[in-house]
């Protein structure tokens, strides 16, 4: 299933807001919140879902391939019509 830009941005929040709260709680906190190890183990796993929401995210950004690979000036020969671009 695919994410709109609003839900990866949600999950993004979402997941700094995690982020805050392992950086900021005792060991056995975190451990407890987030079912880990360690501390340092969630920092970790968190940090891991940031990267790749954000990756998701730029994806967003990149531009648009328009190209699919149509040669519509040739079409346009064929239909008769003086030219496409």
Avoid: W
């Avoid at 879902?49 to 064929?78: K, R, T, W």
């Amino acid at each position: 299933m695919t994410m709109t830009r609003y839900e990866i941005e949600r999950e993004l929040d979402s997941l700094y807001k995690d982020l805050e709260i392992a950086h900021n709680s005792d060991e056995q906190t975190v451990c407890r919140v987030f079912n880990t190890d360690s501390k340092r183990e969630a920092i970790q796993v968190i940090t891991d879902e940031i990267d790749n929401y954000e990756s998701a995210l730029e994806e967003f950004d990149q531009p648009a391939n328009d190209d699919d690979g149509m040669d519509y000036d040739a079409l346009c020969s064929v239909q008769g019509l003086a030219r496409y671009a």
